[in-house]
Structures are given as C-alpha cells and as structure tokens.
C-alpha cells in the first residue's frame, strides 16, 4: 500500500511569511496528489489537484509542485485565514491521506 | 446551492450497527462518485470507502472491510453507511465527500459524530 509521510508535522510561521510543507509518498504517484486545508472545527478544503492545479477559488498564494514520490505545497505570503491543518492526498490507488502538517502563528 | 448534509451518528455500544445518511442537493447526484472520509477525535483524516456514480461499484480501507457497506439511492440523492460490529477505534467524524474525478474531494459535508463506547 502507498503511504504519504508530511514534514514538518507542525509550524509556526508569522503573517506574510513563506510556508512550506512537503509530502513524499512511498512509491511513484506520478501527479496524482491532492492538497486538502482544514481550519479547526472545519470539514476540509480542496486547494490543490493533481499536483499543482489550483481549485477554483482557492487564492494564488498557493501552489503546488512536484512529482513521482516528493511533492510540496507553498503559500508564499501567509494569511490568517491559513491556519490550521494541510493535508495531501494520493489517489495513485484507493485514497490515502498524509498525517497532516498544522501551521499556526508565530 | 451545492451541499452535503451527514446525519444518523450518535453513541453506539461496540459491536452494534449504525447506519449514517448523507443528503446531497444542488447537483447532479448521480454523477458523482461519493466518498466517506473519517477523523478520530484530534487525529489526521482517513479514507473510509467509495461508491460509484451508478453504484456499480464500492472499495473500502482494510480496517472497515466485511463490517461496512456504502451505498447510494440516486432517487433520493442520499449517500449511506451501513457500520456493522462497530469498535471504539471506529469512534470518528464521519464525513462524506463529493468526487468530482480522480478522487478529488471538492465538496464536503459538515460530518457526523459516531462514538462508540459501552
């Protein structure tokens, strides 16, 4: 089974600042990897879609690049409203979450 | 507009059954594969099972596999759990997830809590 791992598990990081969290999986997912953000006491939201297609909506500060097993989300000013918990998602075969990376304010 | 509402959760003793519900409206229900995902109480998100658009189809995370069945009634736009021989480590906000391709959950519900515990 593939499995996703995620580093940092948690950050701090202040307003404005460059984030990023990566998610490698343990076999060749090719692109199909998904980033999901959950604010607390949220369902999740779906940021970004086969590795680096920003969902409608969903600000350009992020982004998504990567392919293969090493992928990485970058939010290159972040915004209060980021906080929380960032998922990425493999669908390579049946769905299959990383562990989470919580970004909260320095 | 487009929502998921989940419902039917509540306390359960181990190994009961529950059966949640989940009610889609605002879009084309029957052409969308569904999904439940689920959260354990301060823990990451885990996949739980698929149903096809048609209903032809369902594949489920080994540790629900043979106690949990999916299914969809497309009449009714409604999505549901069938949890039979319920554990405490089911005990979860169950979700359920729009799959708009390639198991892209682009619409979530609210979720519904299950705890069980005697």
């Known amino acids: 089974d593939i499995q996703l791992t995620q580093s940092p598990s948690s950050l701090s990081a202040a307003v404005g600042d460059r984030v990023t969290i990566t998610c490698q999986a343990t076999?060749?997912?090719?692109?199909?990897l998904n980033w999901y953000h959950q604010e607390p006491g949220k369902a999740p939201r779906l940021l970004i879609y086969?590795?680096?297609n920003l969902e409608p909506g969903v600000p350009s500060r992020f982004h998504g690049s990567g392919s293969g097993t090493d992928f990485t989300l970058t939010i290159s000013s972040l915004q209060p409203e980021d906080l929380g918990t960032y998922f990425c998602?493999?669908?390579?075969?049946?769905?299959?979450f990383g562990p989470g990376t919580k970004v909260d304010l320095k | 507009q487009v929502q998921l509402v989940e419902s039917g959760g509540g306390v359960v003793q181990p190994g009961k059954s529950v059966r949640l519900s989940c009610e889609a409206s605002?879009?084309?229900?029957?052409?969308?594969?569904m999904h439940w995902v689920r959260q354990a109480p301060g823990k990451g998100l885990e996949w739980v099972a698929v149903?096809?658009?048609?209903?032809?189809?369902?594949y489920y995370t080994d540790s629900v596999k043979g106690r949990f069945t999916i299914s969809r009634d497309n009449d009714k736009n409604t999505l549901f759990l069938q949890m039979n021989g319920l554990r405490p480590d089911d005990t979860a906000l169950y979700y359920c997830?729009?799959?708009?391709?390639?198991?892209?959950?682009?619409?979530w519900g609210r979720g519904t809590v299950v705890i069980v515990s005697s």
């Open positions: 997830a729009r799959d708009r391709g390639a198991d892209a959950f682009d619409v």
């Open positions: 605002g879009f084309r229900f029957s052409s969308y594969a």
């Open positions: 149903i096809l658009y048609d209903g032809s189809k369902q």
């Open positions: 076999e060749d997912i090719n692109k199909y």
């Open positions: 086969d590795a680096f």
């Open positions: 998602q493999q669908y390579d075969d049946l769905p299959v």
